[in-house]
């Protein structure tokens, strides 16, 4: 499984980024896919997950109302639409993706992409 995210920058607090996930060398309906972020001097920390479905959806509270994961089976790739940034959700952001239920913590995911930085100006 190869995961390869897109789509970070720099943004001014307010605004809105979408993230994108590649998935390659699997099938892609197999998989449970999340978002992680790790900030500087941080633990990464999980942040969305779809299921293979995409009927269920969960997010860690800090960015729910403001985040919206999505799946598109055709392309195979999860994004992460960001909207109403904060300087605190400056990280590099991270896709995953693991097979089976389970936890929806780092060691609970089989595959990561490479992170993609975001940065979100005061």
């Known amino acids: 499984v190869q995961l390869q995210a897109s789509g970070g920058g720099l943004v001014q607090a307010g605004g809105s980024l979408r993230l994108s996930c590649a998935a390659s060398?699997?099938?892609?309906?197999?998989?449970?896919m999340g978002w992680f972020r790790q900030a500087p001097g941080k633990e990464r920390e999980f942040v969305a997950r779809v299921d293979w479905s995409g009927d269920s959806i969960y997010y860690t509270d800090s960015v729910k109302g403001r985040f919206t994961i999505s799946r598109d089976g055709a392309k195979s790739t999860v994004y992460l639409q960001m909207n109403s940034l904060k300087p605190s959700d400056t990280a590099v952001y991270y896709c995953?993706?693991?097979?089976?239920?389970?936890?929806?913590?780092?060691?609970?995911?089989?595959?990561w992409g490479q992170g993609t930085l975001v940065t979100v100006s005061s």
């Open positions: 995953a993706a693991r097979r089976y239920s389970g936890s929806d913590s780092v060691p609970g995911y089989e595959h």
């Open positions: 060398g699997c099938t892609f309906s197999s998989y449970v």
